[in-house]
């Protein structure tokens, strides 16, 4: 059966917006944000904590940052991944404070690098990408570094990346990745799926509850094609990856547009499995997927739904993920024990 385990909560702070990486020694590493609250930055902290039991309990959460109360900027949401060399990376975007409402270009996104499972951390390393909520670290086979984000441009949120083929010394010039009128692009996952082809899914952000958007790219991101349609409706920041069966498993928060119930506006966090043939389709026709229920937000001030996860070698996949449910009014961060065989016969 699908297990729940509390990973951080507090008495005083909003903690939201997490990610989660599996090292190489079995250490299970989840950063997320520590805030006043999701819609009030004047403080804000990149948080750690570590499990070293496959996420049935966890460390008392330490900074990585420093606390941004008093300064102009603050952060916003963090992302994880191991690399192939065993360092973890982490990827954040700085915001200057009142950025959302001047806007999201003025953002910036810095690497940190751990070569000890997150004992220790490196000085932030500043990249070109500009924009929020970004995608983690993508490392291709091939050694090309990605990382995106996405800002408005010309009315509508555009999704944007750069690539680097020598580990972050230098990067390329700014790619869009997605970008349409009349849709805003937004929080993209972005999926290594064969030789050179990379598929990304977008957030549509209209909140109308439209389906996910995605894109694909047959250069290794240098080029894209048309906005598709991808069969997950009111998907909100997509986090995909393959499996070790080669399946593909796509963890979600549900939006489901309209005027929202009592304040309450969203409180699913969906997962979906589906499959390249699925995810390469041209039409939406094309595409299935079948859909997982993984948890319920039942606060009447619901918030819940960016996620992160990883699979242990021996199939259990274990999902962080951000919700208000019994904590009152703030952020806890959760961990799901999932095992397909809980859903699928």
Not at 46 to 67: K, L, Q, V
Not at 214 to 228: A, F, H, L, R, V
Request: aromatic share 10%; hydrophobic share 30%; proline share 4%.
């Amino acid at each position: 059966m699908l297990l729940k385990f509390p990973i951080s909560k507090s008495p005083e702070f909003y903690q939201a917006w997490p990610d989660i990486a599996l090292t190489k020694s079995g250490k299970l590493v989840c950063v997320f944000s520590e805030c006043t609250h999701h819609g009030n930055r004047d403080y804000t902290r990149i948080m750690m904590t570590t499990s070293t039991d496959r996420g049935r309990t966890w460390s008392n959460a330490t900074p990585i940052t420093e606390s941004t109360r008093g300064l102009d900027y603050y952060y916003n949401c963090a992302r994880i991944v191991q690399l192939k060399d065993g360092r973890l990376c982490m990827l954040v975007d700085k915001c200057p404070a009142g950025s959302e409402k001047t806007g999201a270009e003025h953002s910036q996104t810095f690497l940190y690098f751990s070569e000890d499972d997150g004992a220790s951390w490196s000085e932030p390393m500043p990249t070109p990408l500009m924009g929020i909520v970004p995608d983690k670290l993508l490392e291709l086979d091939c050694g090309r570094w990605i990382i995106s984000a996405h800002y408005p441009e010309d009315g509508y949120l555009t999704q944007f990346l750069h690539y680097s083929d020598d580990h972050g010394k230098t990067w390329s010039k700014q790619i869009t990745v997605g970008k349409q009128e009349g849709l805003n692009l937004c929080e993209v996952s972005i999926l290594p799926v064969n030789d050179k082809t990379l598929v990304a899914f977008m957030r549509e952000n209209s909140g109308k509850g439209w389906d996910c958007k995605k894109t694909i790219s047959n250069d290794n991101g240098e080029t894209w094609g048309e906005i598709i349609d991808f069969p997950l409706n009111g998907c909100h920041r997509p986090v995909s990856g393959k499996l070790q069966d080669g399946r593909i498993l796509i963890t979600y928060r549900y939006m489901q547009g309209g005027k929202g119930w009592l304040g309450s506006w969203t409180q699913n966090l969906f997962a979906a499995l589906t499959n390249d043939e699925s995810v390469l389709a041209q039409a939406r026709n094309e595409s299935s997927a079948r859909i997982l229920p993984i948890d319920f937000d039942r606060s009447s001030k619901s918030d819940t739904g960016y996620s992160g996860w990883v699979q242990f070698d021996d199939g259990e996949i274990y999902i962080v993920n951000y919700i208000v449910d019994d904590h009152m009014d703030k952020g806890q961060i959760r961990g799901y024990s999932v095992q397909l065989s809980d859903f699928l016969l």
